[in-house]
């Protein structure tokens, strides 16, 4: 079975662009979460989405914005871009969807390093 | 809210030593407990986990035991080796969310 899958692995922009990143979660799951890691802040929830709804929110600015397709397939949006927003972004994806059971254990994958200039 | 506190490191240690990273955690609940390990330029491997009280998770040689009357999920090997030298992170939480320690670094000398 393929693993989670993020695209693209590297991308540069400059600020005030927007960016797309995407994600294909293992086949078969239907949440797909999203991280923010920097050395500063650490790892940082962004969003959650199951069934198209996104169900968990972070502590982030407007500016985030996820969804999620009807295949699972997820992609998050980043407008206005700050040098800040500089991270590796952490997409995961979970075979189920409700409570915090065993099994619904998270698989990441290998992320979008994104640097603003 | 919900939290966790991890020991920052970095860590260095030799092969063969005993390693110890300490976790706590903070949570309205009984959150399921993980310890994941990141290997320069990738994502994030689940090491392993527990879900309730005494729990012990286990994998490759580590261990952590689930301690609910301390809040604690302390990682543990008997006896490192130069590939584990890696950023080890304790987190809670479940499908819907994780929430991550500050993480630990890691680096095993031959």
């Known amino acids: 079975k393929a693993g989670v899958t993020q695209t693209p692995r590297y991308l540069i922009k400059t600020r005030g662009q927007q960016v797309t990143l995407s994600c294909s979660p293992i086949?078969?799951?239907?949440?797909v979460s999203w991280y923010q890691q920097t050395p500063g802040q650490g790892l940082q929830f962004l969003f959650e989405?199951?069934?198209?709804?996104?169900?968990n929110k972070g502590n982030f600015p407007g500016r985030f914005s996820g969804r999620q397709f009807s295949n699972s397939r997820s992609e998050m949006n980043v407008s206005t871009l700050e040098l800040g927003d500089s991270a590796l972004y952490l997409c995961?994806?979970?075979?189920?969807?409700?409570?915090?059971?065993?099994?619904?254990?998270?698989?990441f994958g290998a992320g979008t390093r994104l640097s603003v200039l | 809210g919900d939290s966790v506190t991890q020991m920052e490191g970095p860590v260095t240690l030799s092969e063969e030593a005993f390693l110890t990273i300490n976790c706590t955690y903070t949570?309205?609940?009984?959150?399921?407990l993980f310890w994941y390990v990141q290997y320069p330029g990738e994502g994030l491997q689940l090491l392993l986990k527990?879900?309730?009280?005494?729990d012990k998770g286990s994998n490759k040689g580590f261990e952590a035991t689930y301690r609910k009357e301390t809040t604690s999920f302390h990682l543990e090997k008997g006896s490192v080796q130069v590939s584990d030298s890696a950023v080890y992170f304790c987190?809670?939480?479940?499908?819907?969310?994780?929430?991550f320690g500050k993480g630990t670094k890691l680096t095993v000398n031959p």
């Open positions: 995961a994806s979970s075979p189920l969807g409700q409570g915090r059971e065993a099994k619904n254990i998270q698989y």
């Open positions: 086949s078969g799951h239907r949440s």
């Open positions: 989405y199951f069934s198209e709804t996104q169900r």
């Open positions: 949570a309205t609940g009984y959150p399921s």
């Open positions: 527990a879900t309730k009280a005494d």
């Open positions: 987190a809670q939480g479940g499908s819907e969310k994780l929430v």
